[in-house]
Nanobody
């Protein structure tokens, strides 16, 4: 299983971005995933969760501006609206497959087995 994030960049306050997590998981149809962000000097914060059945969950800090979704190609997206300077962080996606998706369902802090390298979002 491999995860590759993209879509980060530098944006002005009020702008929006769509982050993409390209998931390669040959042979697996049950996939769950989530997005996290990390600010230097701070711990990693879970912001959104996407269950294999399509259910979603969000951290309080993400409700209303963040939307997690997926497509049939196993890409997982994070749409962020009205970006603010405090959203500046390295955004990383995590994923699990198969039985491991039954653990910590709907928990934005889920400890995934697989992780990408992250994509930087900078808001000024």
């Amino acid at each position: 299983v491999q995860l590759v994030e993209s879509g980060g960049g530098s944006v002005q306050s009020g702008g929006s971005l769509r982050l993409t997590c390209a998931v390669t998981a040959r042979g697996y149809s049950t996939i769950c995933a989530g997005w996290f962000r990390q600010i230097p000097g701070h711990g990693r914060e879970g912001v959104a969760y996407l269950d294999y059945d399509g259910a979603t969950a969000y951290a309080d800090s993400a409700k209303g501006r963040f939307t997690i979704s997926k497509d049939n190609a196993k890409n997982v997206y994070l749409q962020i609206e009205n970006l603010q300077p405090e959203d500046t962080a390295l955004y990383t996606c995590g994923a699990d497959v198969g039985w491991f998706c039954s653990r910590s369902r709907y928990d934005v802090r889920k400890a995934y087995t697989y992780w990408g390298q992250g994509t930087q979002v900078t808001v000024s």
